[in-house]
């Protein structure tokens, strides 16, 4: 079946460190989504890619960045974890062109900053 | 620019009675609407997504939603609650024909009573 999947599913950090979020997908979409979500505001936008060679800042960009290896991997990376980048992060997927942009989800990583 | 508002950060019933979650939502544009659900330590499953060629739409689960344009309100129903519907829904709104941008609402936790 085509899918979303992300690696890792859990992660605990110190503050400080470096860490990278990786997703990969198999539904040939040209659109890729990071998100997180912490309890009682929903999902946010972090960053979005409508392809390969195009990176958009999302609704809460800061202290994170990505990057779009190619179609199927886009990855999220904190430069220096701070412990209120604790929450669940969810990578997804849409296909360019559609009316109803529907997104398809990973199954979520869970990351804790100590 | 869309927005999307959740009424209740919580609903509880009865197993066997009607479910309703409230979803008001604004648009510049003719908008997209879609009703994820998340169960526990779960990623996010489309339930349903409204298109324009019908205002009552049916979903996965026996669930349906209402599209009523005077009211600005994509409300979703189940006529009889199963314990299994206990999960967190939520209601998403995207222009189309704007910046094809996806906002999450805030979520309604459903509660399912024996």
């Known amino acids: 079946d085509a899918d979303v999947t992300q690696t890792p599913r859990n992660r605990i950090t110190k503050t400080g460190k470096r860490i990278m979020l990786e997703c990969s997908q198999t539904k040939g979409h040209d659109r890729m989504y990071w998100y997180r979500q912490d309890p009682g505001l929903g999902l946010r936008l972090i960053y979005y890619?409508?392809?390969?060679?195009?990176?958009n800042k999302g609704e809460i960009s800061d202290g994170y960045s990505v990057s779009r290896q190619a179609q199927a991997k886009f990855s999220l990376s904190l430069e220096s974890a701070i412990p209120n980048q604790t929450a669940l992060y969810f990578c997804?997927?849409?296909?360019?062109?559609?009316?109803?942009?529907?997104?398809?989800f990973g199954p979520g990583t869970r990351l804790t900053v100590l | 620019a869309q927005s999307v508002t959740q009424l209740d950060s919580h609903v509880s019933v009865s197993e066997g009675t009607p479910v309703l979650l409230r979803c008001n939502y604004s648009?510049?544009?003719?908008?997209?609407l879609f009703w994820y659900v998340q169960h526990p330590n779960k990623g996010l499953q489309l339930l349903l997504k409204y298109t324009s060629a019908a205002t009552l739409v049916k979903g996965i689960n026996g669930f349906e939603a209402e599209f009523k344009k005077s009211e600005t309100s994509f409300h979703l129903t189940k006529p009889s609650a199963h314990m299994s519907d206990a999960a967190e829904y939520f209601c998403?709104?995207?222009?189309?024909?704007?910046?094809?941008?996806?906002?999450f609402g805030k979520g309604t936790r459903l509660h399912i009573l024996p």
């Open positions: 890619s409508f392809d390969v060679k195009d990176i």
């Open positions: 997804a997927t849409s296909a360019m062109g559609t009316v109803y942009n529907e997104q398809f």
């Open positions: 648009s510049s544009y003719s908008p997209s």
């Open positions: 998403v709104v995207s222009d189309r024909g704007g910046d094809d941008k996806i906002i």
